[in-house]
């Protein structure tokens, strides 16, 4: 199948709106059967002045959290753990008050455990100034003695379960998440610019992000898990196709990795807040299609990942500033393509 040319215009007027001279973005959209469509907008770089390339690399943001799913679900395939396991078999340094949480929690934010950033706010230190190290994160975690609410009552997007959710896979499976990670999923995969960042500076090339004013926007934090999966839109591809063959984990797998927690608690009472959020991931309807999507935001990073399993495409966006809306553009190129 050849790329429509109406469809490419459609999508080189998309890219016309935005400037050359402003950091940007890039994009693909993909069919499983090989039929693609792709392009970049912006500067990949202010100083110096650098255009932006389809296969330049970004930090995802919460994209990255579909990653940490993922490498859960692998190690219950390995009988490692299990998602009903409590956290505190794991990480019983963060006392008894974790026992009734789950991993399954943490994977969908049900788990109640306060908010890290939150608690680096409370111990005074400045976002965008100080460094927070990993070791501070879990020190400041350790020092709590309760959940913010009943584990499994509600919905409560939480950046914390993830980030510990990469504790557990470390503890596990004995190897950092970005050697896991680049051994387990990346590597099988194909995905040759993608990798996990857990310490600066590094010497690997990706791209900047800039705020309002143009300046470079960079908190070297080192916290895995919740995001700090760098990669571009050709590798997304690869991982957006992966979601229907299971060519990495198995189609059960896969399948559990897609599919919504109940909104319904272990005692039969509703969840509160409920989304259908799956494993780093979520359902949604888009044009009219049912869909698997999630966006990031980060250091002025705005991404968004769609899978739309019954037209076997796969949509990325990845931009470098803060005022470029990701999951519009998205949701822009998913109209285009599906009229």
Not at 91 to 117: A, C, F, Q, R, W
Not at 179 to 189: A, G, K, Q, V
Request: aromatic share 10%; charged share 25%; net charge negative.
């Amino acid at each position: 199948m050849k790329r429509d040319p109406l469809i490419t215009q459609q999508l080189q007027s998309l890219l016309n709106k935005y400037s050359k001279d402003k950091p940007g973005f890039t994009f693909m959209a993909k069919y499983d059967d090989g039929v693609y469509y792709e392009g970049a907008a912006g500067l990949a770089s202010l100083s110096p002045k650098k255009s932006m390339k389809v296969n330049d690399v970004f930090n995802l943001a919460s994209v990255s959290k579909q990653f940490t799913a993922f490498a859960i679900l692998l190690l219950e395939k390995d009988k490692k753990l299990s998602l009903d396991d409590s956290i505190y078999k794991f990480m019983p340094e963060l006392g008894e008050y974790v026992k009734p949480v789950t991993i399954s929690n943490l994977v969908h934010h049900t788990g109640g455990v306060s908010d890290y950033m939150q608690l680096a706010d409370e111990k005074g230190m400045i976002y965008g100034e100080d460094i927070l190290t990993s070791e501070e994160s879990l020190k400041h975690l350790y020092e709590l003695t309760k959940t913010e609410f009943l584990p499994g009552s509600k919905f409560d997007y939480s950046n914390t379960g993830y980030f510990l959710l990469a504790q557990i896979v470390e503890k596990t499976s004995g190897m950092s998440i970005k050697e896991f990670s680049r051994t387990r999923i990346f590597e099988p995969l194909g995905m040759k610019s993608t990798f996990i960042v857990d310490q600066y500076p590094i010497t690997r090339d990706y791209v900047l992000s800039y705020d309002k004013e143009g300046k470079v926007h960079q908190v070297q934090w080192n916290h895995t898990g919740d995001g700090a999966v760098h990669s571009n839109v050709h590798d997304l591809m690869l991982w957006g196709e992966n979601i229907a063959t299971g060519k990495v984990g198995g189609k059960d797998l896969v399948k559990k990795f897609a599919t919504p927690f109940s909104p319904i608690t272990t005692d039969g009472k509703q969840v509160e807040k409920y989304e259908p959020y799956a494993c780093g991931i979520s359902e949604s309807k888009i044009q009219n299609e049912n869909a698997l999507e999630h966006s990031g935001g980060w250091e002025s990073y705005e991404t968004n990942f769609i899978r739309i399993p019954g037209k076997k495409l796969t949509i990325a966006v990845l931009a470098n500033n803060e005022e470029v809306d990701a999951i519009n553009i998205s949701h822009e190129i998913a109209k285009i393509l599906l009229q």
